[in-house]
C-alpha cells in the first residue's frame, strides 16, 4: 500500500512539474539592473567617425510605461584633434526595448537622440554639421548595439524546456519579459 501511495505521488508530482514547464513564465528586470549593466558597457570609450574620441558615463535611465520606451540621460565628453579642448555635456536618447536572439540579451531598438547639450557647441558653429553627423551615429549605430542585459542560461532553460522571451512589457519601474515555451 505504501509503494503504491508513493508511485502515485511521484507520479502526480512529475505531472504538476511538466505541467508548470508548459507555461509561460515572466521576468522582471528593475531599472536598477538595466543602469548598472549599462554603466558598465559605457565604460569604454569609443571613437566616432575616426575623428571624435567619446567617452560616455553615468546614465539615468527611467522606464515609460505610457510610451514603452527606455529614457537614458548620459554623461559625454567628447575630444576631437581640431580643439584641444573636450566638449563637455550630455546627451539623452530613448528607445524601444527587445531582445537579440543570437545574443540572448535585451537591446535598445528604434533609439533616437532626444536632446544633446555640448558646452562650448552652441558658441562655435563650425562644428555643429559635424555635431550632427556624431549625433545621427550615435543614435542609430552605437546605443543599438548595447546590450542593456543578458539573459543568464538558467532563465531561458528549465530542465529540457527551452524558453524565448515573447512580450516586453514596462510596468512601474521595471521591465516585464514575459518568456513562452519553445
Known amino acids: 500500500m505504501q509503494r503504491i501511495v508513493r508511485s502515485t505521488t ?3 508530482l512529475m505531472l504538476l512539474v511538466a505541467a508548470c514547464s508548459g507555461s509561460s513564465r515572466t521576468l522582471s528586470i528593475s531599472e536598477a539592473e538595466l543602469q548598472q549593466h549599462i554603466s558598465q558597457e559605457l565604460s569604454i570609450p569609443i571613437t566616432v567617425l575616426r575623428i571624435f574620441d567619446v567617452h560616455l558615463g553615468n546614465p539615468v535611465i527611467r522606464l515609460d510605461q ?3 520606451r527606455m529614457f537614458a540621460k548620459i554623461d559625454t565628453k567628447i575630444r576631437n584633434p581640431m580643439s584641444a579642448q573636450a566638449l ?3 546627451i ?3 528607445g524601444r526595448l527587445g531582445f537579440d536572439e543570437g545574443s540572448s540579451t535585451v537591446m535598445l531598438y528604434d533609439s533616437r537622440i532626444e536632446n544633446l547639450d555640448i558646452q562650448s ?3 562655435d558653429d563650425r562644428y555643429s554639421e559635424l555635431f550632427n553627423l556624431l549625433v545621427t551615429r550615435l543614435g542609430s549605430q552605437l546605443f543599438s548595439s548595447i546590450p542593456l542585459y ?3 542560461l538558467d532563465e531561458l532553460k528549465i ?3 527551452r524558453y524565448v522571451p515573447d512580450r516586453f512589457q514596462i510596468v ?3 521591465l516585464r519579459v514575459t518568456l513562452r515555451p519553445q
Do not use: C, H, P, W
Open 159 to 161: 530542465g529540457n524546456r
Open 10 to 12: 511521484l507520479a502526480l
Open 172 to 174: 512601474g519601474s521595471e
Open 88 to 90: 563637455d555635456g550630455s
Open 150 to 152: 543578458t539573459f543568464k
Open 66 to 68: 505610457e510610451s514603452g
Open 92 to 94: 539623452s536618447l530613448s
Open 121 to 123: 557647441m552652441v558658441t
